[in-house]
């Protein structure tokens, strides 16, 4: 796995439960918006090399809370990248459609490329990229998960005790 596809750790306030909740929101377009597996950090008990970047939902100026300034401090010095929130303006859309609010990517003919046009997007349970079958972001024990429909089911199979939802 690239560092593009390896799964990422999201960080930000997590005092009230509102902030849970903005938290988990945008872990969920981290992971739908990169196409990788995407933790939001409730607690601070991660190994850091279990992941290819980490992303902050403010700014780290901003990052008050013990866990998030910790993580943060522990991905900076096992030589994580830590990616700051872009600014509203860098936003763009994809050639395919798709809004691009957490990390714009301009290829080199100037066009922005999303992860999956890139090539970068994967199933979180079997590593292929969705060319063939599209993919469903998936919320399970504090994260966020780009999976094929397939996959999901057998994902379903294999943790019984999971918190993901009921097939529809």
Known sequence: ??????????????????????????AFDV?????V?????????YRMTDFGAVYVLCASMELHDTVGLLLVAEALAAGIPVYEPQAPQEAARCLCGQVQAVRTVVGDDGEVWCAECRGESVCGWCGEWPDMEDV????????????????????????????LPAAA
């Open 1 to 26: 796995m690239t560092h593009a596809t390896r799964p990422v750790l999201v960080v930000g306030p997590i005092a009230t439960p509102d902030d849970i909740d903005n938290l988990r929101g945008y």
């Open 31 to 35: 992971a739908d918006q990169l196409g």
């Open 37 to 45: 597996p995407a933790t939001y950090a409730t607690h601070n008990d």
């Open 136 to 163: 469903e972001i998936v919320e399970g024990n504090d994260m966020w998960v780009p999976l094929h429909a397939g996959c999901l089911d057998g994902m379903r199979r294999a943790m019984s005790t999971s918190v």
